[in-house]
DNA sequence: GTTGAACTTGAACGAGCGTTCGACCCTCAT
DNA sequence: ATGAGGGTCGAACGCTCGTTCAAGTTCAAC
């Protein structure tokens, strides 16, 4: 199965709308802009993509969808709620840092979608949401209840994670494992108290 | 000295304008939009205020400045590093809850400043990023080196705070002052590995 | 009753927006 | 050589944008 002609091209698209959007936000990017970054005329855009919308939302989907896979891929058969949490962390932080500019879209322009599109990315969210309650919820049981409401500890681990398009680099001098395993002992110790090791929190992607 | 009838004018634009801009996003509410929602024709906005721009720029400008000043007040006096952490998080939390649309405008429009204007607000982050900084510095003197990034950690409490605005409902049924204890405690439990009690992070407005 | 400053406005300006359309290239099977 | 179809484009459509401006209104001070 060979990607079409027609694929790469949209691929190639997308990757350099994504890049116009998380430097100058998609409202204030101009359809000429994209086509400009993108090496095809104006009009030559829609031949890909049905609208500034679409495009918008093929950009969060693909990207959104490929956290969720590697999500669940890197969970599966793990079963020590720690170490799953760990995995969730890695696999979210390590997408992140090496999708910067489309998961700064996908962050920053929530908003920015409406109707079946924002829909569709929002039954996304509610399922990647479930998957972190869901995994707070074993680690209460296997550590003794939390001190911490469960909604605003997981939001809050969403907000560490997330907020990194605002100051990382992934090319400064905090490498994308100090990082991840930063966020994960912070969140840790402060939810169920756990002291903070190597050995407790074991690299997700040795797996 | 009374507030004259236009400063008070402009306080309602203000308002008006951090709610639409919170609602709809700065660059896609149109200044026909700010003057439907402050009552004044769309010539009058231009009476209170020079541009666009300069609209976004108060409402930023006003309120980072009634943070910086509610930290700096409700942190004089205090030397205890973690009343001292405490207070900075309710300070910045209970401003952000009782503010949320022109705090939402703050943390979402940063990139929609330019030239001088954003020069002069990023200053006020620097600083206010400072504060946090020195204090996570006393806090790793009180309490042992933390095993963490304090770099990382700094931000990742910010994510946590900022992060609020895509979440948090104020007059839902998580209190102010339980989000802002949760958020105290998974700070401090995972950055200096204390242990969390109401009696080791008091409530900042009882001071 | 006149003046002047504070305030407000409708109407317009030029520019840029997202999108469309018909024409044009290719390439390749017929 | 021909025609079909994937790919590309310049030019234009109607619309909305931020901003301006001359002409108004209100009203306290003289």
Redesign the interface.
């Given at each position: 199965m060979t990607t079409s002609n027609r694929d790469q091209k949209l691929d190639g698209l997308l990757a350099a709308a994504a890049k116009v959007f998380a430097d100058r936000?998609y409202?204030?990017t101009s359809m000429r802009d994209l086509a400009r970054a993108s090496g095809v005329s104006l009009a030559g855009v829609y031949y890909y993509v049905q609208s500034k919308d679409e495009l918008l939302f093929l950009i969060q989907q693909r990207n959104f969808e490929a956290v969720l896979a590697g999500a669940r891929d890197t969970l599966a058969g793990v079963t020590d709620p720690v170490e799953r949490l760990a995995r969730f962390v890695d696999n979210h932080l390590d997408y992140f840092a090496s999708h910067m500019a489309e998961m700064k879209v996908l962050s920053?322009e929530?908003?920015?979608l409406s109707g079946d599109f924002l829909q569709r990315v929002n039954d996304m969210k509610h399922d990647y949401t479930r998957m972190l309650m869901d995994i707070l919820a074993d680690l209460e049981t296997a550590h003794g209840p939390a001190?911490?409401?469960r909604?605003?500890?997981a939001?809050?681990l969403?907000?560490?994670?997330?907020?990194?398009y605002?100051?990382?680099d992934p090319l400064g001098d905090?490498g994308v494992e100090?990082?991840s395993q930063?966020?994960c002992?912070?969140?840790?110790?402060?939810?169920v108290?756990l002291?903070?090791s190597d050995a407790v929190i074991p690299h997700a992607s040795a797996g």
């Open positions: 936000g409202h204030r920053h929530a908003g920015a001190h911490l409401n909604r605003v500890a939001y809050s969403f907000g560490m994670m997330n907020w990194i605002n100051w990382y905090v100090l990082l930063n966020i002992r912070l969140f840790l110790g402060g939810y108290g002291p903070v």
